[in-house]
């Protein structure tokens, strides 16, 4: 315990460096761009950014705490400023690199026009960010199995990931999603975990929306590593307490088809995942579809003989260049739908934001899956 302990003291003071490293930067570019202001203007920018170099790191410790309407309102406040940091991080860099490209020809770049363009530009991209995160979108694909039954044929899953629902999305957010689920009517939904964000919430009250789902197959649950931030069970007598089934580390039959649940901390460790696999008795001759947080060890599951591997944890990054990042990550498979040898594999962007309640490129989303013959 006192090693974890010091494990996340160390983590939160290097994430807490960062944060002043970053904000000392935009700040400095902006200085060096746009020009100072007066010293009274100046002192209270350095206080005003003391502030908000801290009140992410703040928010979360409050957030994993204390629910309440205080903590909601700040932990949003600072999750939008992380966000805009970003883009403002992404603006002073490309105010080096427009000085860097104009200076060798001796040409004059207007600082301060160039200044204004830029973090104007990013103040832009952030209120669409915020927009667009809010716009859940349905992506429909089709999808063949091998040894499907005949039952299955024309049925359809949806796949919901990545919810986080805690300060920044609650009742209200599900609420939506499970109107929209009750719109297209699936058979089945599976849920890839993230439902919660892990900081304190009503866990009864934010869930709840979940008993009004109607899925004649029923609804199909594996965590998270969110919900394994802190002891899991509460998040998962939640879920059930919902109606969902909650898979940890097991197989039942759904009409014919296998369907497996591997929790994050058993995708993490792949001989975990082996041994589970191995135990849950996979039918080669029957379709099967894995629900495992994250796409990993994809090996192990196509080895196995996993027909479908459902997944998320990437957000698909999100917004840039966590988009990059992640894509280098996790290469083809960060998103959508790919091919692992004799497996499909589906990544969902979700259909929530972890931190900045933002994204840009990456689209939210819940997915419906037709199963054709």
């Given at each position: 315990m006192h090693r974890v302990r010091r494990r996340i003291t160390t983590f939160i003071l290097v994430v807490q460096l960062i944060l002043f490293l970053v904000h000392g930067f935009v700040y400095?570019?902006?200085?060096?761009?746009?020009?100072?202001?007066?010293?009274?203007?100046?002192?209270?920018a350095k206080i005003a950014l003391a502030f908000l170099s801290v009140s992410f790191v703040a928010a979360s410790a409050l957030g994993f705490r204390y629910s309440n309407a205080f903590v909601r309102v700040f932990y949003t406040a600072a999750a939008v400023w992380l966000g805009m940091l970003n883009f403002f991080f992404c603006a002073a860099c490309a105010c080096w690199i427009?000085?860097?490209?104009?200076?060798?020809?001796?040409?004059?770049?207007?600082?301060?026009?160039?200044?204004?363009?830029?973090?104007?530009?990013?103040?832009?991209?952030?209120?669409?960010?915020?927009?667009?995160a809010q716009k859940t979108r349905v992506r429909r694909i089709s999808l063949k199995l091998a040894n499907l039954p005949d039952s299955w044929r024309g049925r359809v899953a949806a796949l919901v990931g990545d919810m986080h629902l805690g300060h920044v999305r609650g009742r209200?957010?599900?609420?939506?999603?499970?109107?929209?689920?009750?719109?297209?009517?699936?058979?089945?939904?599976?849920?890839?975990?993230?439902?919660?964000?892990?900081?304190?919430?009503?866990?009864?009250?934010?869930?709840?929306?979940?008993?009004?789902?109607?899925?004649?197959?029923?609804?199909?649950?594996?965590?998270?590593?969110?919900e394994e931030f802190?002891?899991?069970?509460?998040?998962?007598?939640?879920?059930?307490?919902?109606g969902m089934r909650v898979l940890n580390?097991?197989?039942?039959?759904?009409?014919?088809?296998?369907?497996i649940g591997a929790p994050y901390h058993t995708i993490v460790r792949p001989a975990e995942l082996q041994a589970a696999l191995r135990e849950a008795g996979i039918d080669r001759q029957r379709a099967s579809i894995l629900?495992?947080?994250?796409?990993d060890q994809l090996k192990i599951?196509?080895?196995?003989?996993?027909?479908l591997q459902l997944s998320g944890h990437t957000h698909r990054g999100q917004f840039f260049p966590w988009t990059w990042i992640t894509a280098r990550m996790y290469k083809q498979y960060v998103y959508g739908l790919n091919r692992f040898g004799n497996m499909w594999v589906y990544t969902t962007s979700g259909a929530g934001t972890w931190g900045p309640p933002m994204r840009l490129g990456a689209p939210p989303e819940i997915v419906l899956i037709r199963f054709d013959s």
């Open positions: 400095w570019t902006w200085l060096r761009f746009f020009g100072a202001p007066d010293p009274l203007a100046n002192g209270n427009a000085w860097a490209a104009t200076a060798p020809f001796g040409a004059i770049l207007d600082r301060r026009a160039a200044a204004v363009s830029l973090f104007g530009l990013a103040i832009g991209v952030d209120a669409y960010a915020i927009y667009n209200g957010f599900t609420q939506r999603i499970v109107k929209m689920l009750n719109r297209f009517h699936p058979d089945i939904v599976f849920m890839t975990g993230d439902l919660f964000d892990g900081t304190a919430a009503d866990l009864d009250r934010v869930t709840q929306p979940w008993i009004e789902l109607i899925a004649p197959l029923g609804a199909y649950f594996v965590e998270g590593n969110h802190t002891d899991s069970h509460k998040y998962l007598d939640a879920v059930r307490k919902c580390n097991e197989k039942i039959v759904a009409d014919g088809v296998d369907l629900l495992a947080h994250a796409p599951a196509e080895d196995s003989g996993i027909s």
